[in-house]
């Protein structure tokens, strides 16, 4: 069975504090996304990575930054976390290479509240 | 003007109609379409997948899609209260890049 896993389903960090939030998928997918989830907005993508070591900014990248230094995991990083900041955020990954392409499969959240 | 639209909600049908959901996209290049599913408190989930014109059913669910007018959308026949939730489109423009564009959701509500 496919899975999705973040490292927290919630998560009460202050101002200022550096935030790691953490994905690992073992489907061998080479795509993964970081996304926000707000009431109103939908999902706005962050960032994305399509290989170890490569990310794109997405729609919203500003105060965000991430890591992929393994194939199966895709950190999300706040620097100084805001409480703008306070939102659900959404890891998925996808694959070019399985049909139907790009079906991205979504872990299950994490609530992030920044105080 | 947004890539991906979807008609505004919140949708209210009663148990047993059809349910019609539609979105349209900007990206005439656009290859690949989806509709996901996402319960409240839930992650999305895809339900249907459609790259060609036309039709596809998979059992209550069927998928429009006709890129000449740049719409597709989601029928949902013999609602269900278990229907009730947000539905996402995203669209793939393409395929070797991997990321999908998402609307913003519609929700449904499916009332017994």
């Known amino acids: 069975d496919v899975k999705v896993t973040q490292s927290s389903r919630y998560l009460v960090k202050r101002t200022g504090e550096k935030v790691f939030l953490e994905c690992v998928q073992d489907m061998d997918h080479e795509n993964m996304f970081w996304y926000r989830q707000d009431p109103g907005l939908g999902l706005r993508l962050i960032y994305f990575s399509y290989d170890v070591k490569m990310k794109e900014k997405g729609d919203i990248p500003e105060g965000y930054s991430v890591s992929r230094e393994k194939k199966e995991r895709f950190s999300l990083i706040l620097e100084s976390a805001s409480t703008n900041q306070t939102s659900m955020y959404l890891c998925a990954s996808s694959t070019t290479g399985q049909f139907p392409y790009n079906e991205q499969f979504f872990g299950p959240g994490t609530r992030l509240t920044v105080l | 003007q947004k890539e991906v639209e979807q008609n505004s909600g919140p949708l209210s049908v009663p148990e047993g109609a059809i349910a019609s959901l539609n979105c349209t996209y900007s990206?005439?290049?656009?290859?690949?379409f989806f509709w996901y599913r996402q319960y409240s408190g839930k992650s999305p989930e895809l339900i249907m997948f459609?790259?060609?014109?036309g039709d596809k059913e998979d059992g209550r669910f069927t998928a429009q899609l006709n890129k000449a007018s740049q719409y597709v959308s989601l029928l949902i026949r013999d609602s269900q209260p278990s229907d009730s939730a947000t539905y996402l489109c995203?669209?793939?423009?393409?395929?070797?890049?991997?990321?999908?564009?998402f609307g913003d959701g519609t929700t449904l509500t499916v009332k017994p």
């Open positions: 995203a669209v793939n423009s393409d395929v070797g890049a991997g990321k999908s564009t």
């Open positions: 990206d005439r290049g656009s290859q690949s």
């Open positions: 459609i790259y060609s014109n």
